[in-house]
Every structure is written in structure tokens, then in C-alpha cells.
């Protein structure tokens, strides 16, 4: 995949979340916001659409071609937000939805950097549950029970998602120096959390044939 085609695709991943974002806006109950947001990860695993916190994750497995990519993904992701968020601001959804964004936007534009960065970590933890459960689930339920449950979680649990914040921040009109440096916080914590869970897994692979040499 060439870099324009990462793009394009990344733009089509930054949309969905931004429709999930668009469904978790509109609702008032919590848990029934954060179930129908995870349709964006679904589309995007589905169609095989590229998100930068689902690709952050496998970027020590990959050549070095696959992480020049990344910076190029998130640029599509916050094309594809903006250009929703945009497109919803046109329309006759935008005052509750940009009311229902700004009191979102407020406790991240109020909250502490190193609070953005850890909650960016936790939510990437998920990102990876999911989408690692829907990868290598046999069982098509499994995978996406691993989605609507790996997405649900981070939401609910109030972490930060850099892609889903691009859409919070274009629909509530707050961006700012401040906003861009925050969601840059935000992604460095996805990023780290994202790969915490496959470095540590590959440490153990690579450990356990020799523990089981010895116990031999």
C-alpha cells in the first residue's frame, strides 16, 4: 500500500469513528453511547480500514516502511474527522451535538498533560484487546464481542482516544495551539499503549521455549 492509498484509507477510518462519535453524541445513556460508537470499529476491522491506534499497536512486528506510514495514517484519521465534523456542523444535529462536544472537550481541555498522556495509554491497552480479540478469535462472535467489549470499556471508563477526540474537538469548534498540542499528548499515549501488550507478549514467547527446555 502506497502512502496516498494509506491516506485515503485512513481518511474512510477517521469517518467511522467519527459516526460512532456522532451515535455516542446523540445518546444520553453512557452505556448505550459506547455500544453504538464501537460501530466504527467495527466498520473499520470489518473493511479492513486503517485507524492509527489499531495500526500503532503492531509497529515493532513490522518493517520500517509500515511505521513511516503511521504519521501519514493519522493525517488521514484527522481528515476523515474533520470533514464529518464538518459536515455535521452543516447540518440541523449541530447545535445539540456541538453542545453535547464542548461539555465532552471541557474536562479534556481542563485536565493535566501527564493525565491526558496515561489516559491515552489505558485507552490503547484496549484498542489493542479488540483488536488483537477480533485478529485471532476462531469464532465469529468472539471477534467482535473482542470489539463492542474492548471499545465499551475505554469509553465508559473515560480514557482518551486521539481519533475520537479529533471529531470531539472539530464538532465542539474548539481547536487551538493548546487543542493540537493536547491531542499530540494524547496520541504519544495511545502509541505507548499500544504497544505495551505486544512487546511484553513477544519477551514471553521468546522466554518460555527456554523455561521449557530446563524443565526437559
Not at 42 to 59: M, S
Request: with cysteine; net charge positive.
Amino acid at each position: 500500500m502506497n502512502y496516498f492509498k494509506a491516506f485515503v484509507s485512513g481518511i474512510l477510518g477517521g469517518g467511522c469513528i467519527a459516526l460512532g462519535g456522532v451515535a455516542f453524541l446523540s445518546l444520553e445513556h453512557n452505556i448505550l453511547g459506547a455500544l453504538f460508537f464501537t460501530v466504527g470499529l467495527f466498520t473499520i476491522c470489518t473493511l479492513g480500514l486503517n485507524l492509527f491506534t489499531g495500526k500503532v499497536c503492531y509497529v515493532f512486528q513490522q518493517d520500517r516502511a509500515y511505521a513511516l506510514k503511521l504519521p501519514v495514517i493519522w493525517l488521514g484519521n484527522l481528515t476523515g474527522t474533520v470533514i464529518v465534523g464538518l459536515l455535521i456542523q452543516a447540518t440541523r444535529l449541530s447545535a445539540n451535538l456541538a453542545a453535547r462536544a464542548q461539555s465532552v472537550c471541557q474536562a479534556k481541555l481542563s485536565d493535566g498533560w501527564l493525565s491526558l498522556f496515561l489516559l491515552g495509554i489505558l485507552c490503547n491497552i484496549f484498542i489493542y484487546i479488540a483488536v488483537e480479540g477480533f485478529n485471532r478469535n476462531p469464532h465469529q462472535i468472539g471477534k467482535y464481542l473482542s470489539l463492542f467489549f474492548g471499545v465499551m470499556v475505554f469509553i465508559l471508563s473515560g480514557y482518551e482516544h486521539c481519533v475520537a477526540d479529533m471529531f470531539y474537538f472539530t464538532v465542539a469548534g474548539v481547536w487551538s495551539v493548546d487543542v493540537f498540542l493536547r491531542l499530540l499528548v494524547i496520541t504519544l499515549g495511545n502509541a505507548v499503549g499500544g504497544v505495551i501488550f505486544p512487546l511484553i507478549r513477544g519477551w514471553l514467547n521468546q522466554v518460555k521455549p527456554e523455561k521449557d527446555a530446563v524443565l526437559r
